[in-house]
């Protein structure tokens, strides 16, 4: 069996637990690095991965790795690459660039020189070259530069992972939906236990919860990049997704409610829920988070609450916290609760002390995942 190089990114601090979900799938050879994990498998890991992860953003496939001084150096390398080999010439593409240190003055010009020697080589063997599509392009080649190596990859996902084709509506800054898997793997959360979001927004939470309780492939309802590759094996792809259809748990009961003071942002969800064929699964309520009572004797708690931008609203979110810290005392005790948020304030005005800080990135945006184990007479914090 023929093994290749493959890297799977992923949201920033996420590193460790989609190593986990890939060494589960089958992968070898696992590495986890800032943004991501490398990994070596055969052609069907690959689509199993893209196909069944919860937690990576895209899975690239490592064409070649080489030394390189100048934007010439990455010409020579692209050049050497059997392009034709791969992919047709009518798919059209897209050259990205991330450099790390690179001595480069422009990565717009290193990706100059990659479409154009991609180009030249279907131009070698057809006279013609594929067409650029910056938007929607069939074919991502991603380039990664050190400041010492070169390293190309194809992208045999395609559109990022985490557009499962359920979200039809969205509040303002939704959740990605493999930020909120891998946020859900970090909690330790189990699909036989209580699952509560008082602020669930679109629901995002919910349903990646739901996702993997019924053993839904997160893949399942997309198509992907390596589709369109010569080496693509139609008919084992088939029987993976077959496998994967006959592997659900559709009558899986689902102990998984979610609440939110807006309407708006219950019409979201309700909406969310039926794209994602779990309409009448998972329980919805309009009520403020100071209202919110447990499900269950024990559970986990998990919401990702409002960050304020303008200074009414911080002061607004600076006078809830201490509430919130109240309501957990009091309403929660033998819960785990965790807090995803980019505010620093919130972990000292909640006024519980937590048990974890995670840090995690949502995009840019440094955030913590904080963890609160709601001990009947402890969790004091700071008064």
């Known amino acids: 069996m023929q093994l290749f190089q493959f890297f799977a990114s992923c949201p920033r601090g996420l590193e460790a637990v989609l190593a986990t979900e890939l060494g589960e799938l089958g992968a070898s050879t696992i590495a986890a690095v800032d943004g991501g994990v490398s990994f070596s498998g055969s052609w069907l890991l690959m689509m199993k991965a893209n196909l069944h992860s919860r937690i990576a953003s895209r899975f690239l496939w490592k064409l070649d790795e080489r030394a390189y001084v100048r934007e010439d150096d990455l010409y020579r390398l692209a050049l050497k690459i059997d392009w034709p080999a791969l992919f047709a010439v009518d798919n059209t593409i897209k050259v990205g660039v991330t450099a790390v240190k690179s001595p480069l003055r422009s990565t717009n010009l290193a990706a100059l020189k990659v479409k154009d020697a991609i180009c030249d080589r279907f131009r070698q063997v057809g006279g013609t070259r594929p067409s650029v599509d910056t938007q929607e392009p069939d074919m991502r080649i991603q380039l990664f530069l050190t400041d010492k190596t070169a390293t190309i990859y194809l992208d045999t996902s395609g559109e990022a992972l985490f557009k499962r084709g359920y ?4 509040v303002e800054a939704p959740l990605r939906e493999n930020l909120a898997a891998g946020i859900l793997a970090l909690s330790g959360w189990q699909i036989d ?20 309780a019924r053993n839904i492939a997160p893949g399942s309802r997309r198509t992907f990049a390596f589709q369109y590759l010569r080496q693509h094996d139609e008919k084992a792809w088939q029987a993976l997704r077959n496998a994967a259809k006959d592997a659900e748990r559709n009558e899986q009961p689902l102990q998984i409610s979610g609440s939110d003071v807006s309407s708006t942002a219950l019409t979201h969800a309700q909406a969310n829920l039926v794209a994602a064929k779990l309409d009448g699964a998972i329980s919805l309520k309009q009520l403020n988070m100071l209202d919110a009572r447990a499900p269950a004797a024990e559970g986990v708690l998990l919401t990702n609450p409002p960050y304020g931008i303008r200074l009414d609203e911080q002061d607004k979110l600076l006078a809830a916290y201490p509430e919130w810290g109240n309501v957990l005392k009091q309403r929660f005790t033998g819960w785990r609760a965790y807090f995803f948020t980019a505010d620093p304030a919130l972990a000292r005005a909640i006024r519980l002390k937590p048990s974890k800080k995670t840090p995690l990135f949502n995009g840019a945006l440094e955030c913590r995942l904080l963890e609160f184990k709601m001990i009947a007479g402890g969790n004091r914090g700071h008064d």
């Open 167 to 170: 979200r039809v509506e969205a």
């Open 193 to 212: 236990e209580p699952l509560y979001d008082p602020m669930c927004g679109s629901g995002t939470f919910l349903i990646e919860a739901a996702l993997k």
